[in-house]
């Protein structure tokens, strides 16, 4: 069974920082790709990062490439997002999801609830 919760998510001005986090199921950790995806209102839902299970192959969506920062603790069963100069229209729910094959399609096969971000004045 693979297990998904995100937390972290807030409000955020233009400029500032946010990092999520989300918490994986054992089987899932020692499996799974791990990865970010994020949905903004009116919008579908879009890759944004994701890591191998060894942590040391990473993938990201040009327009966060030096912004964002994606990392997996396999010890504690967590997967992260350090989000810095986050502006506006990275305003989404950000969703952790779990996948195989993400590393090559960019696509999740179990998902977690999402967590909010809003960055806004």
């Known amino acids: 069974q693979v297990h998904l919760v995100e937390s972290g998510g807030g409000l955020v001005q233009p400029g500032g920082s946010l990092r999520l986090s989300c918490a994986a199921s054992?089987?899932?950790?020692?499996?799974?790709?791990l990865g970010w995806f994020r949905q903004a209102p009116g919008k579908e839902r879009e890759f944004v990062a994701a890591i191998g299970w060894s942590g040391t192959s990473t993938d990201y969506k040009d327009s966060v490439k030096g912004r964002f920062t994606i990392s997996r603790d396999n010890t504690k069963n967590t997967l992260y997002l350090q989000m810095h100069t986050l502006k506006p229209e990275d305003t989404a729910v950000y969703y952790c999801a779990a996948s195989l094959s993400m590393m090559i399609t960019r696509r999740g096969d179990y998902w977690g609830k999402g967590t909010l971000v809003t960055v806004s004045s």
């Open positions: 054992e089987d899932t950790v020692s499996r799974y790709t």
